[in-house]
């Protein structure tokens, strides 16, 4: 167990429609990233949150959207979806001055 | 980020020490080598990182050539449960505490009874 919590773990849905997905960190991480996986990318980075503040980005697609809240936890929405969108998304937290990251266990959506 | 390769598989005899090589030939001086592994679709799970000195911790060892293009990772007594997928990660050091892991295809490691 990361200590990093994922919700939903599956999620079904279809083109066009809009989905949050959710992060609770681990407790003392202010750092928050998210990836994206799928079959033929392989793990990418798409952006990181510290304490509130975006504080990298990658490959995310305008369609995507996330946010870090007061409370550390962290959103992740995708909106438009296309049938490429289907991934493993993951979550991961860290400290400060390290690259240790600890990942959750992922959301998988499928879209339809 | 200097880019790593990796071999895309290897396999290891359960009980045996599995050795994960990785090449890092332009990785800068201030660059850490990261490995990080997957096991079937959980998420990604950091294992050690170093500079420049070799590291050991209890899942694993991590060797660094002294010219640090490349090192070696290595599992003592591989068990069933190492079967996974073995990222090796250079990444440099942040300031700004931003560390964009960037996972290759990485090396699939087959733990065989």
């Known amino acids: 167990d990361s200590g990093v919590t994922q919700t939903p773990k599956h999620l079904i849905t279809a083109t066009g429609q809009r989905v949050t997905l959710r992060c609770s960190p681990r407790?003392?991480?202010?750092?928050v990233y998210w990836y994206q996986q799928s079959l033929d990318q392989g793990l990418q980075f798409l952006i990181q949150?510290?304490?509130?503040?975006?504080?990298a980005k990658g490959n995310i697609l305008e369609r995507f959207s996330a946010q870090q809240f007061p409370d550390l936890h962290s959103e992740l929405n995708l909106s438009s979806l296309e049938l490429g969108d289907s991934a493993l998304y993951f979550c991961?937290?860290?400290?400060?001055?390290?690259?240790?990251?600890?990942f959750g266990e992922g959301s998988r959506l499928t879209v339809l | 980020d200097a880019k790593t390769t990796q071999p895309p598989s290897m396999d290891c005899a359960e009980g045996r020490a599995a050795n994960l090589p990785c090449n890092h030939s332009?990785?800068?001086?201030?660059?850490?080598v990261y490995w990080y592994r997957q096991i079937h679709s959980q998420g990604p799970q950091y294992i050690i990182h170093?500079?420049?000195n070799n590291e050991t911790n209890e899942m694993a060892s991590l060797i660094i050539t002294e010219d640090r293009k490349s090192s070696t990772l290595i599992l003592p007594h591989a068990t069933l449960r190492d079967t996974a997928v073995y990222y090796c990660?250079?990444?440099?050091?942040?300031?700004?505490?931003?560390?964009?892991?960037?996972f290759g295809k990485g090396t699939k490691l087959s733990v065989i009874p």
């Open positions: 170093g500079l420049k």
């Open positions: 991961a937290s860290g400290r400060f001055s390290a690259g240790e990251l600890f």
């Open positions: 407790s003392g991480d202010l750092s």
């Open positions: 949150y510290y304490n509130g503040e975006e504080r």
């Open positions: 332009t990785i800068s001086g201030n660059e850490y």
């Open positions: 990660i250079a990444e440099p050091t942040s300031g700004a505490g931003s560390y964009q892991l960037t």
